[in-house]
């Protein structure tokens, strides 16, 4: 099973607003994209958009493992507001 | 919503909910926040409970509480490639107040959290806490999404993420190589056929833990649950290993469910779930300020995990129920003060869980630094069995005077000897 079908099975209550800041212009710099290459949930992805680079930010995707927070400093990841984000029917 | 309670817990999981039940019991007016939709909504568990702390709590509750199956079997897996040896250790006596049982959280921290409210603890979901509240370096309460609350004491057990005991400078922010990131699936697999697979009886369960290197490189650890009718499979690595390799946690994962010592245990089994969560490997120098004025800090966010044994749930049932009696304490003599609350500090250092880990400190980080036990003991005892049991013409003899080469082949002796004195200090 792909990740994408494996995400599908989640349920998520979704905010309207994300969660997750990152500092864009430190993202444009980036080479080492550790979120992107290590988030279980894929909630990262650089777009080269008219010849700029920039982190995409899925924060509807989250789990709030939190393994964004401590490998990047470029990233502010809080909680989603109460009774929002993950909710793991097993656990 | 402006209110004051005896106490504030913050976080709903097992740290949480016994510090509440214990206050609760001793008439403490304490409220406990979750974030989560209901208690356990958020929490990932390996699987396994050692249920002894939860028994010295609430004596033969354990036999009522949403338990999956008792660990009769216990294994450690050593992988490699294409070989794997298995050490098995079972023991199919009725089931006791020590054993380990497999549990799923949404329906444990559910049931278990309804057993501080019977006790009298007031329980708000769906409210996150933003800040601690302080005045004059004492905090007085909790700042939420849904307004303030105030009390003579908090209780900080918000789990692996511990951003308000960062914000309270009590931890500095863990850094990568302090935490692991593991995920887990929820395979589902009939009960009758779960019992043939692993040859357990109705209502016994098999805790599988896996060693060796899937890559090369990465510090990591694989695991095998039975639940009742589903299985627990999952991986997990020390972050600042898998950032060095450029893994994604999931390709991991496949990897590891398609090793031969795992794969057949899952066929026909259906995904249920996928999960990921942080796992605190900090050890005891990675530990918080366990207490200040006006708060203590219990649990996940007191980096109390041990990788060796697996234990995390325990620990944070220990916790919650020693930050609970210190908090009772501190309301009899009506003093909230580090000096009062000192003795939870005390006394969690001094059980023989954190006398565990204090006394493993460092041994994640001599792993880390020779990536290459995690795969040449493995490897060495695979080669060795593996050459034992082919009958290829040598003798017997033979075979057995090959093993020191076979071991010196995979790690160098000065190393097999450093590596005997450095991890027989941490056990020994």
């Known amino acids: 099973m792909r990740i994408d079908e494996k995400l599908y099975l989640l349920r998520h209550l979704i905010d309207d607003e994300s969660h997750i800041k990152v500092d864009e212009e430190a993202c444009a710099k980036c080479k080492d994209r550790f979120c992107m290459n290590i ?6 992805s650089y777009l080269i958009i008219d010849g700029v680079c920039k982190v995409f930010v899925a924060y509807e995707n989250c789990v709030e493992c939190g393994t964004c927070r401590i490998l990047c400093p470029f990233i502010e990841w809080v909680n989603p507001k109460g009774g929002m984000g993950i909710s793991y029917r097993y656990g | 919503m402006t209110e004051k309670f005896d106490a504030i817990v913050v976080g709903a999981g097992p740290a949480g ?43 033969e509750i354990w036999r009522e509480a949403p338990l999956e199956r008792k660990v009769v079997q216990h294994a450690y897996c050593l992988m ?4 794997h040896t298995m050490v098995s250790h079972r023991n199919i006596a009725e089931a006791d107040e020590v054993s380990g049982y497999t549990i799923l959280r949404s329906k444990f921290d559910r049931w278990y959290a309804k057993k501080a409210q019977e006790a009298g603890a007031t329980l708000i979901t769906r409210t996150n806490v933003i800040d601690l509240l302080s ?10 999404d849904r307004g303030d609350l105030f009390g003579n004491l908090v209780i900080v057990a918000e789990g692996a993420n511990t951003m308000l005991c960062e914000k309270a400078g009590l931890i500095a922010k863990p850094q990568p190589d302090q935490m692991a990131i593991a995920v887990k699936e929820i395979v589902s697999l009939p009960s009758d056929r779960i019992q043939e697979r692993f040859g357990l009886g109705k209502a016994e369960g098999a805790a599988i833990h896996y060693i ?17 009718d589903s299985l627990s499979v999952g991986y997990g690595a020390i972050i600042s290993t898998m950032m060095k ?18 794969e057949p245990f899952l066929r026909e089994g259906l995904l249920k779930e996928y999960q990921s969560h942080m796992i605190p490997e900090a050890g005891y120098a990675g530990m918080p300020k366990l207490y200040s004025d006006g708060v203590l800090v219990a649990g996940d966010s007191a980096m109390l995990a041990n990788p060796v044994t697996g ?28 000096k009062t609350l000192a003795r939870y500090g005390e006394q969690l250092l001094n059980s023989s869980a954190v006398r565990d880990i204090k006394k493993q400190a460092g041994l994640l980080h001599y792993i880390e630094r020779n990536t290459e036990i995690m795969s040449a003991y493995p490897d060495a005892l695979n080669a060795a069995l593996d050459d ?9 003899s033979g075979k057995i005077r090959k093993i020191p080469s076979i071991v010196r082949s995979k790690r160098r002796l000065t190393r097999i000897l450093n590596d005997a004195i450095v991890l027989g200090r941490k056990f020994l």
């Open chain 2, 388 to 396: 034992w049991f082919r009958v290829d013409g040598t003798t017997r």
């Open chain 2, 135 to 144: 005045d004059k370096g004492r905090i007085t309460g909790v700042r939420t």
């Open chain 2, 311 to 338: 234990e995390g749930a325990n620990l944070a049932i220990l916790s919650g129920r020693m930050a609970g009696e210190a908090a009772v304490e501190a309301h009899t003599v009506e003093n909230f003060t580090s």
């Open chain 2, 212 to 228: 060796g290197a899937l890559f090369k490189g990465l510090v990591g650890f694989g695991f095998l649950y039975t639940n009742k």
């Open chain 2, 80 to 83: 490699s490639d294409n070989k």
């Open chain 1, 39 to 44: 988030c279980p949930a894929n909630v990262y």
């Open chain 2, 17 to 59: 909910a016994t510090a509440a039940q214990v206050m609760a019991k001793n008439r403490i007016n304490v409220v406990i926040v979750e974030r989560g939709e209901f208690p356990g909504s958020k929490n990932v568990i390996g699987g396994v409970l050692y249920v002894k702390t939860l028994n010295d709590l609430m004596p």
């Open chain 2, 245 to 262: 390799e450029q893994i994604k946690p999931y390709d991991l994962m496949e990897k590891f469910k398609q090793n031969p010592s795992v």
